[in-house]
């Protein structure tokens, strides 16, 4: 078999066979495949796109290129969730204790981020001594324990994924469909999972702009879960604007146990239990969702959810008196208001904009060696189609550098007030 003959197949728009995706994952894994031949082969897939067995086969090849972690030792269901990104996703640390506070098996590897703020790991890492340097004994007796614990991700998980999207960034192949759902679900499978739930994002502070690309994303990932025996469900949600109050590390940290006792931004809360609800669902601890929703407002109310954030943070080695005492948390040394200058109501907010300027603080990485200040961040006081006098407060800048002339002014465009009424809902369509 020669690569020369697989490129040409598909530039032609022919659909691959199984043995043909497994040599090429296999072989520009191994080094034997050069990236000038993987690059053309990239550009030919983004423009002739892939069947949804193609699709399939490309994640299986990817997941089998390294090692897949064994959750066998785990009782029960495992149920892994994932976002694809946006502003303020504070959903992972809010959802992982809520679900497990119903009976869900959450045995969760993350990684670090790029972008507006840091990954889950980042986060976590602001609560004084946590630690995901754990062992894989310890990661299942705790997860067998508690029902959670999260450790970092493998250098050996799904290997390919990561040579594919060193090379997709570089050849402006990155938003193709098929390409994207392969690494998503490669990861996610081999990660041990037995049932995945996805929150696929769209809007401005979105990876997919329009809903009608969300959804097809949406689908594709969901139709390879189901080729490959992974129970799959996804949610389209909003991201036309920030998610929740807070943007950057320790900031979320504490709007996610605020969420966890009741007192969590209205758009946070919902979005998590209906993530929540359909991970219960498919861990089969409810029937249905809105059985599985009144589950999680109970243990949200009760104090049971916020009981288990504190005993996972204990059960490695963080500060669990943060849940009551957040000033223990990391803090800037300056906050800074930004000030409305005009009365009437918010008609757009510009979510990626708004993320960049927390990116600028230092709350995320622009690159994957970029240091990230665990204190800084962006916390926002109005939403969409609120009502604000001049001289209220629009946003409060967290910030430990004197200079943050360009992150104001980048915060200074990234609203309007109007008079018009907008359409803020959060969870537009469910794909299962």
Same mark, same amino acid.
């Given at each position: 078999?020669?690569?020369?003959?697989?490129?040409?197949?598909?530039?032609?728009?022919?659909?691959?066979?199984?043995?043909?995706?497994?040599?090429?994952?296999?072989?520009?894994?191994?080094?034997?495949?050069?990236?000038?031949?993987?690059?053309?082969?990239?550009?030919?897939?983004?423009?002739?796109?892939?069947?949804?067995?193609?699709?399939?086969?490309?994640?299986?090849?990817?997941?089998?290129?390294?090692?897949?972690?064994?959750?066998?030792?785990?009782?029960?269901?495992?149920?892994?969730?994932?976002?694809?990104?946006?502003?303020?996703?504070?959903?992972?640390?809010?959802?992982?204790?809520?679900?497990?506070?119903?009976?869900?098996?959450?045995?969760?590897?993350?990684?670090?981020?790029?972008?507006?703020?840091?990954?889950?790991?980042?986060?976590?890492?602001?609560?004084?001594?946590?630690?995901?340097?754990?062992?894989?004994?310890?990661?299942?007796?705790?997860?067998?324990?508690?029902?959670?614990?999260?450790?970092?991700? !493998?250098?050996?998980?799904?290997?390919?994924?990561?040579?594919?999207?060193?090379?997709?960034?570089?050849?402006?192949?990155?938003?193709?469909?098929?390409?994207?759902?392969?690494?998503?679900?490669?990861?996610?499978?081999?990660?041990?999972?037995?049932?995945?739930?996805?929150?696929?994002?769209?809007?401005?502070?979105?990876?997919?702009?329009?809903?009608?690309?969300?959804?097809?994303?949406?689908?594709?990932?969901?139709?390879?879960?189901?080729?490959?025996?992974?129970?799959?469900?996804?949610?389209?949600?909003?991201?036309?604007?920030?998610?929740?109050?807070?943007?950057?590390?320790?900031?979320?940290?504490?709007?996610?146990?605020?969420?966890?006792?009741?007192?969590?931004?209205?758009?946070?809360?919902?979005?998590?239990?209906?993530?929540? !609800?359909?991970?219960?669902?498919?861990?089969?601890?409810?029937?249905?969702?809105?059985?599985?929703?009144?589950?999680?407002?109970?243990?949200?109310?009760?104090?049971?959810?916020?009981?288990?954030?504190?005993?996972?943070?204990?059960?490695?080695?963080?500060?669990?008196?943060?849940?009551?005492?957040?000033?223990?948390?990391?803090?800037?040394?300056?906050?800074?208001?930004?000030?409305?200058?005009?009365?009437?109501?918010?008609?757009?907010?510009?979510?990626?904009?708004?993320?960049?300027?927390?990116?600028?603080?230092?709350?995320?990485?622009?690159?994957?060696?970029?240091?990230?200040?665990?204190?800084?961040?962006?916390?926002?006081?109005?939403?969409?189609?609120?009502?604000?006098?001049?001289?209220?407060?629009?946003?409060?800048?967290? !910030?430990?550098?004197?200079?943050?002339?360009?992150?104001?002014?980048?915060?200074?465009?990234?609203?309007?007030?109007?008079?018009?009424?907008?359409?803020?809902?959060?969870?537009?369509?469910?794909?299962?």
């Amino acid at each position: 078999m020669r690569m020369y003959d697989v490129i040409e197949k598909k530039r032609d728009g022919f659909e691959l066979s199984t043995v043909e995706i497994n040599f090429i994952i296999e072989n520009y894994t191994n080094g034997t495949i050069p990236d000038y031949q993987m690059s053309a082969l990239l550009m030919a897939i983004y423009f002739k796109g892939m069947t949804n067995e193609e699709s399939a086969a490309l994640t299986m090849a990817i997941v089998n290129s390294g090692k897949t972690v064994d959750l066998s030792r785990i009782e029960g269901i495992k149920v892994d969730k994932h976002s694809t990104g946006g502003v303020g996703d504070t959903t992972t640390l809010i959802l992982a204790p809520l679900v497990a506070s119903a009976g869900v098996v959450v045995p969760k590897m993350s990684g670090r981020g790029l972008g507006h703020t840091g990954g889950t790991i980042d986060k976590l890492e602001s609560i004084p001594g946590f630690h995901v340097e754990i062992t894989n004994d310890q990661f299942v007796e705790l997860v067998n324990k508690n029902h959670l614990a999260i450790i970092g991700q !493998s250098d050996n998980l799904a290997p390919a994924d990561k040579l594919l999207y060193s090379l997709r960034d570089v050849t402006a192949t990155v938003n193709s469909i098929p390409l994207i759902s392969s690494s998503i679900m490669s990861k996610k499978i081999a990660s041990g999972a037995d049932a995945i739930v996805l929150d696929v994002k769209t809007g401005s502070g979105a990876f997919m702009k329009t809903k009608e690309d969300a959804i097809k994303l949406a689908e594709n990932m969901v139709e390879i879960g189901k080729r490959v025996g992974k129970k799959t469900v996804a949610i389209i949600s909003n991201m036309e604007q920030p998610l929740g109050f807070a943007i950057g590390n320790a900031l979320e940290i504490k709007e996610a146990i605020k969420t966890l006792k009741g007192q969590g931004p209205k758009d946070l809360t919902e979005l998590s239990i209906e993530l929540g !609800s359909h991970m219960v669902v498919l861990a089969n601890k409810a029937k249905t969702t809105a059985e599985a929703k009144e589950i999680l407002f109970e243990n949200i109310q009760s104090g049971k959810a916020i009981h288990v954030f504190q005993t996972f943070i204990k059960s490695q080695g963080g500060d669990e008196h943060i849940v009551q005492d957040s000033s223990l948390l990391p803090q800037a040394h300056n906050q800074i208001p930004i000030y409305s200058k005009e009365t009437g109501l918010i008609t757009r907010l510009i979510a990626d904009q708004i993320g960049r300027a927390a990116m600028m603080l230092g709350a995320g990485r622009q690159t994957k060696d970029s240091v990230i200040d665990l204190a800084v961040g962006i916390e926002v006081h109005k939403k969409l189609g609120d009502e604000v006098k001049k001289g209220d407060v629009l946003f409060t800048i967290h !910030s430990n550098e004197k200079d943050i002339s360009q992150i104001k002014r980048m915060l200074d465009t990234s609203f309007e007030i109007g008079n018009a009424k907008v359409n803020d809902q959060l969870i537009l369509e469910t794909i299962i």
